[in-house]
């Protein structure tokens, strides 16, 4: 029993998220109505009719909408992400739409759920890569040595965390570390947008590639950098905001020439805050 216990947690550190049968399954074969005399299945034409190809009768295609739950709880799992994020008034009331959320399978897999923190008044949102082994043991986001060396980089410019919003990329770690997928980044966006329509920041301060590239268009990773600020159009705001990317803070503490680059951001970053803000 313990061995087998342990093989299962050693596949879910893996990443292995399904199970799957001895013999392949033909998913897009038609399934066919049972035989059997007097069966409700048997002799519906009509509703075998009305079936998509491929799916059992009953059985809504994904992105369906059905005719009863709440709002949000049918369609495809980016669907219902959106509808649940765009719906929470609140900080509070999206974290509890994240937390009563099953559409990532990363939720299963992780110790715990890790949301934004800080002064929601702050006019600066600082988004890291998704959590590391840390940020999924405490629930909070910057953790453990990367963490740290966040808290030395901003008290260098004269800041400290409190004074700032900061939020991971993903509300729950990869197993094992891994890299998220674009899938799983894709349903998780949605709640993280929804993050920065609530905080309304004049300036987002980006760590590490898989978040620039998630949160910056196409058209703007070749102009982002250290040295220079460039616009990010979020969805469920007015107007682009001003988004600094930099190194990632896992990559500084392996490789510290990153450093230097970073510490060019944060000369940014600090003259962008004593700037007073221009009327509108």
């Known amino acids: 029993m313990d061995d087998a216990l342990a093989l299962l947690t050693l596949q879910l550190e893996w990443g292995a998220d399904e199970s799957i049968g001895v013999e392949p399954v033909d998913r897009l074969r038609p399934v066919e109505a049972s035989p059997v005399a007097g069966s409700p299945v048997a002799g519906s034409s009509a509703a075998a009719s009305a079936a998509p190809r491929g799916l059992p009768v009953g059985v809504l295609p994904p992105g369906s909408q059905g005719t009863q739950g709440t709002p949000g709880s049918h369609g495809t799992p980016g669907e219902r992400a959106l509808a649940l994020a765009g719906r929470a008034a609140t900080l509070d009331e ?41 940020e999924d043991r405490s629930g909070h986001p910057f953790a453990g040595p990367e963490g740290q060396l966040l808290d030395q980089m901003l008290a260098s410019i004269g800041l400290g965390r409190g004074e700032l919003m900061l939020t991971p990329l993903l509300p729950w770690r990869p197993p094992g570390g891994r890299p998220p997928s674009p899938g799983e980044i894709a349903i998780c966006l949605p709640f993280l947008h929804r993050v920065v329509a609530l905080v309304k920041p004049r300036r987002i301060v980006l760590f590490g590639a898989t978040a620039v590239r998630a949160m910056l268009p196409q058209s703007q990773l070749r102009r982002r950098g250290p040295r220079n600020w460039v616009e990010g159009t979020i969805p469920g705001m007015p107007a682009a905001l001003a988004v600094l990317a930099l190194p990632g803070l896992a990559d500084m503490l392996k490789n510290p020439p990153l450093r230097r680059d970073a510490w060019a951001g944060l000369r940014l970053l600090r003259r962008a805050i004593d700037q007073p803000p221009t009327e509108t």
Not at 99 to 126: H, K, M
């Open 94 to 134: 999206l974290r509890a739409a994240l937390a009563g959320f099953d559409g990532c399978v990363l939720r299963d897999t992780a110790s715990n759920l890790v949301f934004a923190e800080g002064d929601p008044d702050s006019a600066t949102l600082i988004i890291g890569e998704p959590p590391g082994r840390e």
